[in-house]
């Protein structure tokens, strides 16, 4: 189930760009536009949902594994010490894309955490980075 009017499921249907990172039946994940560091990853289920509180429980049980995956992708990959794990829910919650996702963002010891959206250098180095993570799956 997807909405025709929504970023991540045109994202979905490939009907818009992006740096895919891995993908199953169920859910994918991609690197962010805005990230809040380098790496910066989303994962959403295939099935257009608002909130979680809206998403089917067996559409989270199935993408669950799909965003540990990610995760261990990226403290692989990159590398980095550690990452959060964000989930929002509705605009008061600055969620920004009403479509159900998770956050894996990549934290290095060190480092001070930063919550303000950064950009990549260019879009080449975003799709060199995304290649770089999938050579490592």
């Not at 001070?112 to 959206?117: D, G, L, Q, T």
């Amino acid at each position: 189930m997807t909405d025709p009017n929504c970023i991540f499921c045109k994202i979905i249907t490939r009907q818009s760009p992006s740096q895919i990172l891995l993908e199953d039946a169920y859910a994918l994940s991609f690197l962010d536009i805005a990230p809040f560091e380098k790496g910066h990853a989303l994962v959403i289920p295939k099935y257009h949902a608002d909130r979680l509180t809206d998403l089917p429980i067996e559409w989270l049980q199935r993408m669950m594994p799909l965003v540990q995956e990610t995760a261990r992708l990226l403290v692989r990959g990159l590398p980095c010490d550690g990452f959060n794990l964000l989930q929002s829910n509705g605009r008061c919650a600055t969620q920004v894309v009403p479509h159900v996702h998770f956050h894996i963002i990549p934290r290095w010891e060190g480092r001070e955490i930063s919550w303000k959206p950064g950009a990549y250098d260019s879009p080449e180095e975003m799709a060199a980075l995304a290649e770089r993570l999938r050579a490592c799956v």
